[in-house]
Protein backbone atom coordinates (compact mmCIF):
# COMPACT_ATOMS: atom_id res chain seq x y z
CA UNK A 1 0.00 0.00 0.00
CA UNK A 2 1.18 3.28 -1.00
CA UNK A 3 0.08 6.70 0.04
CA UNK A 4 1.27 9.45 -1.63
CA UNK A 5 0.73 13.37 -0.39
CA UNK A 6 1.47 16.35 -2.40
CA UNK A 7 0.55 20.03 -2.56
CA UNK A 8 2.50 21.13 0.20
CA UNK A 9 3.99 24.59 0.19
CA UNK A 10 5.00 28.09 1.12
CA UNK A 11 1.73 30.30 1.22
CA UNK A 12 1.47 33.68 3.09
CA UNK A 13 -1.98 33.81 5.62
CA UNK A 14 -5.15 34.51 4.58
CA UNK A 15 -3.93 31.93 1.29
CA UNK A 16 -5.37 28.78 0.16
CA UNK A 17 -3.06 25.35 -0.57
CA UNK A 18 -5.10 22.13 -1.81
CA UNK A 19 -3.25 18.84 -1.06
CA UNK A 20 -4.16 15.69 -2.63
CA UNK A 21 -2.99 12.24 -1.64
CA UNK A 22 -2.81 9.12 -4.51
CA UNK A 23 -3.52 5.67 -2.76
CA UNK A 24 -2.06 2.52 -4.37
CA UNK A 25 -2.30 -0.66 -3.55
CA UNK A 26 -5.31 -1.13 -1.65
CA UNK A 27 -9.57 -0.80 -2.73
CA UNK A 28 -9.88 2.49 -1.95
CA UNK A 29 -13.65 2.58 -2.25
CA UNK A 30 -13.49 0.34 1.17
CA UNK A 31 -11.26 2.86 3.04
CA UNK A 32 -11.92 5.66 5.30
CA UNK A 33 -9.43 8.74 4.22
CA UNK A 34 -8.38 11.00 6.82
CA UNK A 35 -5.28 14.00 7.49
CA UNK A 36 -3.59 14.58 10.15
CA UNK A 37 -0.56 17.06 10.94
CA UNK A 38 2.30 17.33 12.90
CA UNK A 39 3.44 21.15 13.81
CA UNK A 40 6.64 21.99 14.70
CA UNK A 41 7.18 20.54 18.69
CA UNK A 42 3.66 18.74 18.30
CA UNK A 43 2.43 15.52 18.57
CA UNK A 44 0.52 14.53 15.45
CA UNK A 45 -3.25 15.48 15.51
CA UNK A 46 -6.29 15.05 13.56
CA UNK A 47 -7.20 17.60 11.02
CA UNK A 48 -10.56 15.82 8.96
CA UNK A 49 -11.96 12.70 7.41
CA UNK A 50 -14.00 11.08 4.83
CA UNK A 51 -16.41 8.49 4.82
CA UNK A 52 -15.95 5.61 2.02
CA UNK A 53 -18.76 6.90 0.13
CA UNK A 54 -17.74 10.79 0.72
CA UNK A 55 -21.35 10.84 2.69
CA UNK A 56 -19.83 11.95 6.00
CA UNK A 57 -17.33 14.02 7.12
CA UNK A 58 -15.71 15.24 10.51
CA UNK A 59 -13.44 18.29 11.10
CA UNK A 60 -11.19 19.38 14.06
CA UNK A 61 -12.49 22.23 15.32
CA UNK A 62 -10.05 24.33 14.55
CA UNK A 63 -9.90 23.76 11.19
CA UNK A 64 -13.99 24.15 10.47
CA UNK A 65 -15.15 26.43 7.85
CA UNK A 66 -11.55 27.00 6.73
CA UNK A 67 -10.52 22.80 5.31
CA UNK A 68 -13.07 21.39 3.12
CA UNK A 69 -12.35 17.03 2.48
CA UNK A 70 -13.16 15.43 -0.39
CA UNK A 71 -12.43 12.16 -2.72
CA UNK A 72 -12.44 10.96 -5.88
CA UNK A 73 -13.09 7.13 -5.60
CA UNK A 74 -12.20 7.16 -9.97
CA UNK A 75 -9.40 8.57 -8.73
CA UNK A 76 -8.07 6.77 -6.05
CA UNK A 77 -7.10 10.17 -4.55
CA UNK A 78 -8.35 12.06 -1.33
CA UNK A 79 -8.38 16.23 -0.83
CA UNK A 80 -8.26 18.58 1.72
CA UNK A 81 -8.81 22.23 0.78
CA UNK A 82 -7.22 24.66 2.96
CA UNK A 83 -8.42 27.99 2.79
CA UNK A 84 -7.83 31.22 4.94
CA UNK A 85 -5.03 29.80 6.07
CA UNK A 86 -2.73 30.68 9.86
CA UNK A 87 0.40 30.40 10.79
CA UNK A 88 -0.81 27.94 13.16
CA UNK A 89 -1.40 25.88 10.55
CA UNK A 90 2.07 25.22 9.56
CA UNK A 91 2.80 21.51 10.04
CA UNK A 92 3.57 18.13 8.49
CA UNK A 93 0.63 16.74 6.71
CA UNK A 94 -0.28 13.04 6.56
CA UNK A 95 -3.04 11.16 4.60
CA UNK A 96 -4.23 8.00 6.26
CA UNK A 97 -6.61 4.44 5.41
CA UNK A 98 -8.73 3.09 7.92
CA UNK A 99 -10.23 -0.39 6.59
CA UNK A 100 -13.82 0.80 8.04
CA UNK A 101 -16.40 -1.42 7.71
CA UNK A 102 -19.42 0.91 7.37
CA UNK A 103 -19.98 3.54 4.50
CA UNK A 104 -20.60 6.26 7.00
CA UNK A 105 -17.65 5.75 9.17
CA UNK A 106 -15.49 8.30 10.33
CA UNK A 107 -12.95 8.77 13.28
CA UNK A 108 -10.68 11.42 14.73
CA UNK A 109 -8.71 8.40 16.47
CA UNK A 110 -4.97 7.87 15.13
CA UNK A 111 -4.97 4.53 16.42
CA UNK A 112 -8.01 3.59 14.09
CA UNK A 113 -5.92 3.89 10.77
CA UNK A 114 -3.85 1.31 9.04
CA UNK A 115 -2.10 2.91 6.26
CA UNK A 116 -0.05 5.98 6.32
CA UNK A 117 1.96 8.11 4.03
CA UNK A 118 4.50 10.85 4.38
CA UNK A 119 4.10 14.13 5.13
CA UNK A 120 4.45 16.91 2.73
CA UNK A 121 4.75 20.26 4.63
CA UNK A 122 3.28 23.21 4.81
CA UNK A 123 4.18 26.35 5.80
CA UNK A 124 2.28 29.80 6.53
CA UNK A 125 3.83 32.95 6.66
CA UNK A 126 2.33 35.66 8.69
Known amino acids: VQLQASGGGLVQAGGSLRLSCAASGLTFSRYTMAWFRRGPGKEREFVAA????????DYADSVKGRFTISRDNAKNTVYLQMDVLKPEDTADYYC????????????????????WGLGTPVTVSS
Open 50 to 57: VSRTGGRT
Open 96 to 115: AADRSVGDMSVSPSRSQYDY
